[in-house]
């Protein structure tokens, strides 16, 4: 399958990238935030890493010097944004089957993408997708950018992420001061042979 850029040049990797970057590093925070005795529910953290994801895109939208290719298309219900004008989605699961209500673009994407007919053809049609696949701890996984044109399956990119490390315990500031230690001597064992006694 063609990169998302093969297919429309207004998908930038480096956007799709750090999007999907911050896709996975406010998901796995929220997960760090699971309160099981609170009453936490997989249902509970699922809404609040959307809603959370939706608050930051939303507010990354407004730093044009960060963010200069983000907008947001529509900020409530199809919570849809763009990139480079190029209307994006996300959700929860593989990248090869997303539930058939989220391939129906929106009112606002769609009057967004009929803009780009001009530049890519019939591939403006194209409903595209971040698709965020979870480990058995919750933590994100995979993020994949996928393509739909007309219900088909068109791209399939999976994002390589940075590795993370889990936060095991607290750094100290506070190194102890180095000590010196004297020279190792170095002398060879002489093994004595035993006498015959008999």
């Known amino acids: 399958m063609k990169k998302p ?38 249902r509970s953290t699922g809404l609040r890493a959307y809603e959370c994801l939706r608050s930051h895109i939303n507010r990354a939208s407004l730093d044009d010097d960060n ?34 209500r989220r391939l129906i673009p929106c ?10 007919y001009d530049e890519v053809g019939d591939y403006a049609s194209t409903v595209w997708f971040f698709a965020v696949e979870l480990d058995d701890y919750k933590y994100v996984d995979k993020v994949t950018f996928t393509g739909f044109l007309n219900g088909t399956q068109i791209c399939c990119w999976e994002i390589p992420l940075d590795a993370s490390v889990p ?17 190792a001597t170095a002398k060879l064992k002489v093994k004595k042979e035993e006498e015959d006694t008999k």
């Open 107 to 116: 009112y606002e994407a769609l009057s967004q993408m009929s803009f780009m």
């Open 167 to 183: 936060v095991l315990g607290e750094v100290n500031d506070d190194t102890p001061e180095p000590v010196k230690l004297p020279k």
């Open 5 to 42: 850029w093969e297919i429309n040049p207004n998908l930038s990797e480096n956007s799709v990238k750090k999007l999907a970057g911050l896709i996975r590093e406010v998901r796995d925070e929220v997960v760090d935030l699971h309160d099981h005795e609170l009453g936490d529910t997989a």
């Open 67 to 100: 963010w200069p290719d983000l907008g947001i298309v529509k900020s409530d219900g199809k919570f849809t944004f763009s990139i480079n004008d190029v209307p994006v989605r996300l959700y929860r699961g593989t990248p090869s089957s997303p539930e058939e």
